[in-house]
C-alpha cells in the first residue's frame, strides 16, 4: 500500500508540470492506464490535477489500443494503452 501511496503522489506532483505529458509520466512511473484510471478514481486530488490540466490542453484524445483494443485517453499520438503487453508491442514496432 505505501508504494501505491508514493506512486499517487509522484503521479500528482509530476503531472502538475506541464513539461511532462500525462503518457510520459505513466511511462516514467510504469504505471498502465487501466491502473491510473483506478488511482484517478480514488484520489480526489489527482483527478483535480488531470481536471486542471484538461482545461488547459486542447489536444486530448480518446483512442482504441491496437493491440488489446482498451480505449484510453492521450494527448500525444499513441496507438497503444500502457498495458505492459502492448507497451512491449508498441517497442517491437519501434525497432
Given at each position: 500500500?505505501?508504494?501505491?501511496?508514493?506512486?499517487?503522489?509522484?503521479?500528482?506532483?509530476?503531472?502538475?508540470?506541464?513539461?511532462?505529458?500525462?503518457?510520459?509520466v505513466?511511462?516514467?512511473?510504469?504505471?498502465?492506464?487501466?491502473?491510473?484510471?483506478e488511482?484517478?478514481?480514488?484520489?480526489?486530488?489527482l483527478?483535480?490535477?488531470?481536471?486542471?490540466?484538461?482545461?488547459?490542453?486542447?489536444?486530448?484524445?480518446?483512442r482504441?489500443?491496437?493491440?488489446?483494443?482498451?480505449?484510453?485517453?492521450?494527448?500525444?499520438?499513441?496507438?497503444?494503452?500502457?498495458?505492459?503487453?502492448?507497451?512491449?508491442?508498441?517497442?517491437?514496432?519501434?525497432?
Open positions: 500500500m505505501a508504494e501505491t501511496l508514493l506512486t499517487v503522489e509522484a503521479a500528482g506532483l509530476l503531472l502538475r508540470s506541464p513539461h511532462w505529458t500525462v503518457s510520459e505513466l511511462d516514467l512511473l510504469d504505471i498502465g492506464d487501466a491502473e491510473f484510471r488511482m484517478v478514481l480514488d484520489n480526489r486530488s483527478a483535480n490535477i488531470l481536471e486542471r490540466r484538461r482545461q488547459h490542453c486542447v489536444d486530448i484524445q480518446e482504441q489500443c491496437r493491440a488489446c483494443g482498451e480505449t484510453f485517453v492521450t494527448a500525444t499520438f499513441r496507438k497503444y494503452c500502457g498495458a505492459p503487453a502492448c507497451r512491449a508491442v508498441a517497442r517491437i514496432e519501434k525497432d
